[in-house]
């Protein structure tokens, strides 16, 4: 591991800096789009897996089929698969993609942060442009007091509310308790927010699911998708109140854990699945006109490391995450080396927009940059390197796009 000095570091961000202020107003992106009314703005659906891995996901390469609605879609659309989250954890990983905004330039670092009020939200931006803007998140800390701004509908779970009375079954309730909810509970409150949706705009949605997070237990029908042995769920409940070293538990148990989380994802892409047929039998969503857009805000280790089930560090496992785009006429089946950030999901959401639609998007101050150009092939290479914060900012990791993942290394750690 290699650490850089203060001075380094500054150096880095100065770089980073001058590449920020490459970004641009965003004009039309021929040759990436299909012929299509110029006046019509796409609805965007950005879905957004909490702690999910990229080497997970059947379109990443996983021999596993634990996304088989994920790989159609992924079939249709343009695949990046040197994509790094800017953050370990949910807080600040998530308002830091939703703004494109370098976590450290949010000062977010815990649950009791506040987001800034004078950076811009993915919702405000969307809202200007006219869409309606609708969220449903899946943890109560991802709440309307801390990221609503911009939203006209918001849900999410919160002790007592009012759709948790629709459901009866004990799982349900136990995430009540925790103020979590499943994907199928995700998807019923996204739809109803977004029922009531003016017809007459487009619609702009993110929708947050959490399920592969750690217990891991999926709801019944869905419980031991992959795992063999089953007898762990209930006769090793020690397995889940450990959430660090992987030598306490053996090789048996730290494969169960591993097959539960692939079953967890598999059980979210069912539901995504789902949404989108939902979405498309109401006449807001459709693939063939509008765009969808998949990342994760983390990942997880699963027995790497000495640790599993753990985020809180910069390791490959847990920064490396999945992001994908598809639809609106983007070209299809396009899967892209070059190095991303989730910091430049928003700039190329609205980079897309602005070509498909000829609506004039405004100049905003990013952090992350457009990748249009990488997708319709005009550049290679879409940045020299990605910034990872460490939960806490006690840190930063750094990757460059000839950094192999090897043992423990990090690759550049800087202090702050
Ligand atoms: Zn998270």
């Given at each position: ?104 330039n949010l000062s977010l670092a815990t649950f009791f942060d506040q987001m800034p009020t004078n950076v811009l939200t993915a919702a405000q931006i969307f809202r200007s442009l006219g869409y309606n803007t609708s969220t449903a998140t899946s943890v109560s800390f991802l709440n309307r007091d801390f990221l609503g701004k ?267």
């Amino acid at each position: 591991m290699v650490r850089l000095t203060r001075r380094n570091f500054l150096k880095a961000g100065i770089a980073v800096g001058a590449a920020t202020l490459g970004v641009s107003a965003y004009k039309y992106a021929p040759g990436i789009l299909s012929a299509r009314n110029r006046d019509e703005r796409p609805n965007v659906l950005w879905i957004t897996m909490d702690t999910t891995r990229y080497d997970r996901l059947g379109f990443n390469g996983y021999t596993r089929d634990t996304t088989p609605n994920l790989d159609k879609y992924a079939e249709q659309g343009v695949v990046f698969h040197k994509n790094y989250s800017q953050a370990p954890v949910t807080i600040p990983s998530i308002p830091s993609f939703l703004t494109s905004k370098y976590p450290k330039n949010l000062s977010l670092a815990t649950f009791f942060d506040q987001m800034p009020t004078n950076v811009l939200t993915a919702a405000q931006i969307f809202r200007s442009l006219g869409y309606n803007t609708s969220t449903a998140t899946s943890v109560s800390f991802l709440n309307r007091d801390f990221l609503g701004k911009g939203f006209d509908y918001f849900s999410s779970p919160m002790l007592g509310s009012k759709d948790r009375d629709d459901f009866k079954n004990p799982l349900a309730k136990l995430h009540a308790l925790l103020n979590i909810r499943n994907g199928e509970e995700t998807n019923y409150a996204l739809i109803d927010t977004a029922k009531n949706s003016d017809p007459d705009k487009p619609n702009f949605y993110w929708v947050h699911y959490f399920d592969a997070h750690f217990p891991y237990t999926a709801p019944e029908g869905f419980k031991f998708k992959f795992a063999k042995n089953k007898s762990f769920e209930n006769g090793k409940k020690h397995i889940y109140n450990l959430r660090s070293i992987t030598k306490l538990i053996n090789d048996e148990e730290a494969n169960f854990l591993s097959d539960q989380y692939d079953g967890q994802i598999f059980y979210v892409d069912y539901h995504i699945g789902k949404l989108l047929k939902t979405l498309e039998a109401a006449g807001k969503f459709d693939l063939n006109k509008d765009l969808l857009v998949f990342n994760a805000d983390h990942g997880d280790l699963l027995g790497e490391h000495g640790y599993y089930a753990s985020h809180h560090s910069a390791y490959e496992e847990i920064t490396h995450v999945p992001f994908m785009i598809t639809g609106a006429g983007l070209s299809r089946g396009k899967n892209l080396e070059t190095l991303t950030a989730n910091l430049d999901i928003l700039p190329t959401i609205l980079h897309i927009i602005g070509g498909n639609s000829g609506v004039n998007i405004p100049k905003f101050r990013f952090d992350g940059r457009s990748l249009v150009d990488v997708i319709n092939g005009n550049q290679t290479k879409a940045r020299d390197f990605v910034l990872t914060d460490l939960a806490n900012f006690e840190g930063c990791a750094v990757r460059d796009d000839k950094f192999v993942p090897e043992g423990n290394v990090i690759l550049t750690v800087c202090l702050f």
